[in-house]
């Protein structure tokens, strides 16, 4: 496992456009070397961060680009919770992507949350056009959030689903954080991953990415993304980062 690549920043916007650039070129290079992004998008705070930029973003080609769901919680997609529908209303709707290459949970399925994950684990496989049944799909790029108890897509702590390791989708009806019922990609499908970038503003978290990035402490979901190949990155806003001795904020460099 690399070490994690942590970058801080006066503030959110200035996050926010430090991502942009970072997506740009992550894309940039993946369509040069496969012909396609394929990214994952978390719900929470990170849709607006990362689509502040991106969405004005005319170097992007986003015709190449297939999104995912780094886990969503069992709703309609017009629901207020619904992770697409935020994601959509940040980005989707600003930029070119073809519908038919935005995988989203199927809305038949949201009353089944163990049946949701399993055709989400087979959209996934079929959109990746690759054999992820042995071994889990590795994206250009999943981007995630964490909760003030360390969770990360729906990953709770204390909860089984952080340590599956066969399947590459899992389901929770019982989440601490509401809507109860939630899908979520697992544990080897992050670290599987070439890029993982975790994005935290507001300062309100500081102790728990002190804990995840310093600390490593297991007790956290998010202290158990550690990709075997691929890079791990922090981008926050000084606020957030402000407890960090040991993986001390980088300058930031394309
Ligand atoms: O419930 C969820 O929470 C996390 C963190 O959200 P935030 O609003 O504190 O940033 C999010 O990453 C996840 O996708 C979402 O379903």
Redesign the pocket.
Known sequence: MQQPKVYSFPNADQVAQALDKFLAQASAEAIKQHGRFSVAF?????PATAAKYLKDNKSVDFGKWFVFF??E?CVEHTDAES?YKLVKDELLSHVPIPDNQVIRISESLVNDSKLAAEDYDLQMSKALGCDIVNQPPAFDCIL????PDG????LFPGHPQVEEKSKWVTFIDDSP?PPAS?ITLTIPVLNQAKNVVFVVTGGSKSDTVKLIVDGRDQALPAAHVAPSEGGLYWFLDDATAKYLTVNKPAEFKL
């Open positions: 978390s719900g929470g705070s990170l780094s886990d919680r992770n995630l959030g964490i909760g969770h990360t897509c729906s954080k939630r």
